[in-house]
Each structure stands twice: as structure tokens, then as C-alpha cells.
């Protein structure tokens, strides 16, 4: 099993900036893929970014040049950068993890844009 918690989201201006983190609860580098999600009121849940466990990335094209997600296997932690907010970047924020055929989730953390 693996237990996610997220942590780093809050009230934020317009073009401001947050590093949201992911805790894994094993070590990350047995998962293959870590990904964020994104979910706002009334929509679905998105993917916006993903990291391999070679470090590739990828990004949905609404985020791209402005979020960034890395990992520290030694930490068992994933980061999402988000830079230049904007108001339609409100939504919860969740990590997720495929480990064994399983689809693991964290509880999400919050991210609100607003002047």
C-alpha cells in the first residue's frame, strides 16, 4: 500500500507563486509514474502533470511553462511548482499513484487564486 498526503496549497494572488508537496508513505522510486490531478468546483478531475521514475515529465497544455513537478526519491516526495497563478488554477490539488495494479490517492489540498 501507499498513503499520499499533499500539503503547500492556500489563498493566493493573481501571478503569485506555491510549491505543493506530495509524501509518499514508501519509497517512491518502486512507483513508475506520479501524478498530480487537479479537480475545481463543478468539474471533473484533471491531470495536469506526471513524473517517471526516469524523471520524464509531461503537462497538460493549460499549464504548461508555468507549473513544474519534480521528484526527491530520497524524500519520497513530489513537487508541483506553480508559477504565475491564475484564477482558473482554483481547485483541489491531488497526488495519485499506480503501485501494484492499485490507484492510490491523497486527501488534496486546497489552491485558491484570488485578489
Known amino acids: 500500500q501507499v498513503q499520499l498526503v499533499e500539503s503547500g496549497g492556500g489563498l493566493v494572488q493573481p501571478g503569485g507563486s506555491l510549491r505543493l508537496s506530495c509524501a509518499a508513505s514508501?519509497?517512491?522510486?518502486?512507483?513508475?509514474?506520479m501524478r498530480w490531478y487537479r479537480q475545481a468546483p463543478g468539474k471533473e478531475r484533471e491531470l495536469v502533470a506526471s513524473i517517471s521514475r526516469g524523471a520524464g515529465t509531461n503537462y497538460a497544455d493549460s499549464v504548461k511553462g508555468r507549473f513544474t513537478i519534480s521528484r526527491d526519491n530520497g524524500k519520497n516526495t513530489v513537487y508541483l511548482q506553480i508559477n504565475s497563478l491564475k484564477p482558473e488554477d482554483t481547485a483541489v490539488y491531488y497526488c495519485?499513484?499506480?503501485?501494484?495494479?492499485?490507484?492510490?490517492w491523497g486527501q488534496g489540498t486546497q489552491v485558491t487564486v484570488s485578489s
Open positions: 495519485n499513484a499506480v503501485f501494484e495494479f492499485r490507484n492510490y
Open positions: 514508501r519509497s517512491i522510486f518502486s512507483i513508475n509514474v
